[in-house]
């Protein structure tokens, strides 16, 4: 153990010389010289650290000094050139990636700083209802505000692309709505039309122009347009819904395939759609309101169908957002308990104004714009609550049988789904083939039509006989009035007076080529989303 002990002490002394200070005893003062401490085998490691160092160095080339040297001064001035805040966060920021990830090279980015944008809200598809509220909803006042102004740029914007949405359909290419083309309307037209509907179709779409308002919309006082001055008899008494008025005149263009951009009536339809967009009342919660006092949401509903429609069928990126805000105020609108519309917003519905808005949510649907699943549960769920012998019949506000509240429902059972082998669906349609067309109710011929058409078969041909021909031998032919229509069988007759006949009149002789007959293909393409 002694002899251990000293040669431990002996190594400790060596290693005191090696890293004692270089001051000889003669120049050293007093002060200067390190007092006698305990050494330790521990305490000398960091001495020979750096005395390695030190002889690294005197190794090292001098050029990788310099390079070192010169890294660490562009690192510092790197760090100090940055803007203030910007280092704490690259401290903070990990990024990891995974090993088959690809990075595309990063542009450029300038120091200029950023200018302030002014953010504006924009209406947009609605994905869930709105919460419900119980504001008390006056018509009045609630139309009180002056209609937003809505820039459109020139409608011939670049189009939207075509791609996978509009695939092929049954027997011919496009959505529900590509029979209106020149090529596939000659085609539909052997399935029931004639060269006598066509002709009635065209001498009312003249008639329709030639009593367009000079600010583009139209009135179902007809004579209140300058080019008629009143040489047109059995005008409207809904003066003031101008929106609905302008809604129904522009319908027959669409379905005869009349659009901004294309067409013998191109002007015509413009200002019309522009007269619908520039009145709407936006709300970036609610969508785009078209609501009048006079038209209530039959206004709403058909103005609904024309814009889903004209964006539809010419995919104008300037009738987009207008169009889903359309739809986005039907999602609003809804009876937020029973599911159905009426007159005002958010009230309990009947079958008559709910039809039009079904229409509406299915033209958006066919145009791919955004059709909430909840709105279209609801609303089936509205028609559950009228239904009538297991849902053959319909009523207006309860379970009924009514002719006209009968077609509405069944229409609308097809268009949320019900298949052509359903019962109560198959017992309705037997129930209209009975009881024909009318002589003056164009409300109830105008949805009855529409069931036979996508029903299809005998019931079909033998309701279209009738129904075509009363049409066209019906239509007026001498004056000014001539390719109008008018009948006393329905309300709207009243309110809409010619136009309102002329307009219902018209899309019932379009019905071979405005819609596809749903139970086709594309009944299994185009249906509502659940």
């Given at each position: 153990m002694a002899q251990e002990q000293a040669n431990n002490d002996a190594a400790e002394a060596a290693d005191a010389a090696e890293t004692a200070p270089q001051t000889s005893p003669e120049t050293a003062s007093p002060e200067t010289k390190p007092a006698p401490e305990e050494k330790s085998p521990r305490s000398q490691q960091p001495g020979r650290s750096r005395t390695s160092m030190r002889n690294a160095l005197r190794q090292m080339p001098s050029w990788l000094v310099s390079m070192v040297l010169h890294m660490v001064i562009l690192l510092g001035l790197a760090l100090w050139s940055l803007p203030p805040g910007i280092t704490d966060e690259l401290r903070q920021l990990i990024v990891s990636s995974g090993e088959n990830d690809e990075f595309d090279d990063l542009e450029e980015i300038d120091d200029d700083p950023l200018e302030d944008i002014e953010v504006t809200a924009d209406v947009v598809a609605m994905d869930a209802p709105i919460e419900q509220e119980t504001p008390e909803i006056s018509p009045a006042e609630d139309m009180e505000a002056a209609a937003v102004q809505v820039e459109l740029s020139e409608f011939g914007l670049e189009h939207a692309p075509?791609?996978?949405?509009?695939?092929?359909?049954?027997?011919?290419?496009?959505?529900?709505?590509?029979?209106?083309?020149?090529?596939?309307?000659a085609a539909m037209l052997r399935q029931g039309g004639s060269k006598g509907s066509e002709k009635a179709v065209g001498a009312a779409l003249k008639w329709l122009a030639a009593h367009q308002m000079p600010d583009g919309g139209w009135n179902f006082n007809h004579a209140a347009c300058?080019?008629?001055?009143?040489?047109?008899?059995?005008?409207?008494?809904?003066?003031?819904?101008?929106?609905?008025?302008?809604?129904?005149?522009?319908?027959?263009?669409?379905?005869?395939?009349?659009?901004?951009?294309?067409?013998?009536?191109?002007?015509?339809?413009?200002g019309g759609l522009y007269f619908l967009v520039q009145s709407m009342k936006m709300d970036p919660r609610k969508g785009g309101s078209m609501f009048e006092p006079a038209g209530s949401m039959y206004s709403h509903g058909l103005g609904s169908i024309t814009l889903c429609?004209?964006?539809?069928?010419?995919?104008?990126?300037?009738?987009?957002?207008?169009?889903?805000?359309?739809?986005?105020?039907?999602?609003?609108?809804?009876?937020?308990?029973?599911?159905?519309?009426?007159?005002?917003?958010?009230?309990?519905?009947?079958?008559?104004?709910?039809?039009?808005?079904?229409?509406?949510?299915?033209?958006?649907?066919?145009?791919?714009?955004?059709?909430?699943?909840?709105?279209?549960?609801?609303?089936?769920?509205?028609?559950?609550?009228?239904?009538?012998?297991?849902?053959?019949?319909?009523?207006?506000?309860?379970?009924?049988?009514?002719?006209?509240?009968?077609?509405?429902?069944?229409?609308?059972?097809?268009?949320?789904?019900?298949?052509?082998?359903?019962?109560?669906?198959?017992?309705?349609?037997?129930?209209?083939?009975?009881?024909?067309?009318s002589p003056g109710n164009m409300y109830y011929n105008y949805y009855?039509?529409?069931?036979?058409?996508?029903?299809?078969?005998?019931?079909?041909?033998?309701?279209?006989?009738?129904?075509?021909?009363?049409?066209?031998?019906?239509?007026?032919t001498a004056g000014h009035e001539a390719g109008s229509w008018t009948m006393h069988g329905d309300h709207g007759a009243t309110v809409g007076g010619r136009l309102y006949c002329t307009s219902m009149a018209t899309m019932i002789l379009e019905v071979y080529y405005r819609h596809m007959p749903i139970y086709r293909k594309q009944s299994t393409e185009e249906e509502f989303p659940e």
């Open positions: 075509k791609n996978d949405l509009l695939a092929s359909i049954g027997a011919f290419s496009g959505t529900g709505l590509q029979g209106r083309g020149s090529g596939s309307r300058p080019q008629c001055n009143g040489a047109c008899r059995n005008p409207g008494s809904g003066v003031q819904a101008r929106r609905g008025a302008t809604a129904m005149a522009l319908l027959p263009f669409l379905g005869a395939g009349q659009t901004h951009k294309s067409g013998n009536y191109k002007q015509t339809v413009k429609e004209a964006y539809a069928m010419t995919h104008d990126k300037g009738l987009l957002m207008p169009a889903q805000a359309a739809i986005n105020f039907i999602c609003y609108a809804q009876d937020p308990v029973g599911g159905g519309w009426r007159y005002a917003p958010r009230t309990p519905g009947d079958t008559s104004v709910v039809g039009w808005q079904i229409m509406a949510l299915k033209s958006g649907h066919m145009a791919y714009l955004n059709v909430p699943p909840r709105t279209v549960v609801m609303a089936s769920r509205f028609l559950d609550s009228v239904q009538a012998n297991g849902g053959s019949h319909y009523g207006y506000v309860s379970p009924a049988a009514g002719p006209a509240t009968t077609a509405i429902g069944l229409l609308c059972r097809m268009y949320l789904g019900w298949k052509k082998d359903n019962p109560a669906l198959q017992k309705g349609v037997t129930w209209l083939s009975k009881a024909g067309p009855a039509t529409q069931v036979m058409r996508h029903w299809e078969g005998e019931e079909w041909e033998k309701w279209n006989a009738v129904m075509r021909d009363q049409l066209v031998n019906s239509q007026a």
